[in-house]
């Protein structure tokens, strides 16, 4: 194209692309530059108490810890003795069970007992299954807290 060019007289400056504003991208860096400066220098989290040695994900989840209240003959006869029967995570520990029940309920837990129960085997017919497998919680309080999960059955 170009022999063509030159027997019609087309000029060099018509054939070039017209230059993109050079003064745009200036504009561009310059208000980068200032959402740069803008943002603020990030500031150190707050300090966890010393005693507490709990992940950040971990805090208020005891939701997901305690599943649900187990209420049966036994559960509500060690009530009388300040204790209390809870269906918790498999993997959650003694001192996650702790923080989540005082969490959530605003009482003073003594101690925590843990008994992981087996999945047993069900059959129903020629179909052999076995039943789901939990872990239960023994929760002792101190003495004058109370969890009202017995009251009302």
Do not use: C, W
């Amino acid at each position: 194209m170009g022999i063509f060019d030159t027997i019609i007289g087309k000029k060099e400056e018509e054939k070039k692309p017209p230059e993109k504003p050079k003064k745009a991208a200036a504009v561009k860096t310059a208000e980068k530059k200032e959402k740069t400066v803008e943002k603020k220098p990030s500031e150190k989290p707050k300090a966890k108490p010393v005693g507490k040695k709990m992940a950040k994900r971990d805090e208020n989840i005891a939701h997901r810890i305690i599943l649900e209240p187990i209420i049966s003959e036994k559960s509500t006869t060690l009530g009388a003795e300040n204790k209390y029967v809870f269906k918790v995570s498999q993997n959650s520990g003694k001192f996650q069970i702790k923080e989540a029940i005082e969490g959530y309920y605003g009482v003073g837990v003594i101690g925590v007992n843990t008994i992981k129960i087996h999945p047993k085997k069900r059959i129903h017919g020629r179909t052999i299954g076995y039943k789901k497998g939990y872990k239960k919680a023994i929760v002792t309080l101190r003495q004058g807290d109370t969890i009202g999960v017995t009251e009302g059955v």
